[in-house]
């Protein structure tokens, strides 16, 4: 594994979390093709379902210099004829000599796209920056692991140590990494209107008074894989005790110690980890996440 490769998958990482909120149901994808002289040849990423994958990208913005050269994906290239044809072909017939890999996309039908690479003389390492790459890939796994989306609370609290919903600007600087926000007034809506794939993406109709089981199952079935909550603590609380929120960011207010829930009670949940502290404008924000 040379510098090249290690550089050329951070590339990869930062590429894929383009496609976040945009590629449901299929998971964000980043790809890097260096030539046979280990420069950087081409790079792409998954932008939305029915669309070409990354690969396929980085092979046409790398043309005849891919010939001989090393695909750098944050995901095992697919396998199976969808909406658009295997990658794993794609690479065969740009002769790419070399595949680098970050993860094993658990829904690899067959043998999977890594072992025809290599049954093919592809030389193919994975496991590569596996940790970064989860980073942008996480929710999209968790949620093929659990059958729901993946759901992260939003919300702050205010000088009277209230639990309120996070304000619009706070929601609207997560919501562009999600499908779906679920917000305080009970609307379920595309978090960044028309990013998802035309025919591959829809918001179900759920009855009045559906619980968050219901919502979220009906939500899956119509290709949502991440969801931003953006709530108070009575809105969450039926999702935070059925073990259905993963993720947390809370926003502390400009007040300072005033605003941060004391006598025991800290600003994160029973169960959540916090994991990441940032200052965001007036705010300090921190970031958990659910550990079983």
């Not at 396998?79 to 829904?107: E, F, S, Y």
């Not at 989306?149 to 609290?157: D, E, G, K, M, Q």
């Amino acid at each position: 594994m040379s510098e090249i490769e290690i550089d050329a998958m951070h590339r990869a990482i930062a590429l894929s979390a383009f496609g976040l909120g945009r590629t449901s149901p299929n998971p964000p994808v980043g790809c890097v093709i260096l030539d046979s002289a280990g420069r950087v040849a081409g790079e792409g990423y998954h932008e939305r379902k029915g669309e070409p994958h990354a690969e396929v990208h980085a092979l046409t913005a790398a043309g005849e210099r891919a010939r001989g050269g090393t695909a750098v994906v944050t995901l095992e290239p697919c396998n199976h004829q969808g909406r658009t044809p295997p990658c794993r072909q794609a690479l065969l017939d740009a002769g790419i000599v070399r595949t680098v890999i970050a993860l094993i996309d658990p829904t690899s039908r067959e043998e999977g796209g890594a072992a025809r690479l290599r049954a093919s003389g592809v030389q193919v390492e994975v496991g590569v920056l596996a940790d970064a790459a989860r980073l942008v890939l996480g929710p999209w796994l968790d949620a093929l692991r659990s059958g729901r989306p993946h759901v992260t609370w939003a919300y702050r609290i205010g000088a009277n140590r209230q639990v309120v919903a996070a304000g619009a600007g706070q929601v609207g600087a997560l919501a562009a990494g999600v499908d779906v926000v679920v917000h305080e007034d009970g609307r379920v809506v595309e978090a960044v209107p028309g990013a998802h794939g035309e025919g591959v993406f829809r918001l179900p109709v759920i009855r009045q008074g559906a619980g968050p089981e219901e919502l979220l199952a009906g939500l899956y079935r119509g290709g949502t894989r991440s969801v931003l909550l953006a709530v108070a603590r009575d809105g969450a609380s039926e999702f935070v005790h059925g073990g259905l929120v993963d993720d947390i960011s809370v926003f502390l207010g400009s007040e300072g110690p005033a605003g941060v829930p004391m006598g025991g009670v800290g600003p994160v949940p029973q169960g959540f980890v916090v994991h990441r502290v940032s200052r965001v404008g007036s705010s300090v924000r921190l970031d958990a996440r659910y550990q079983a």
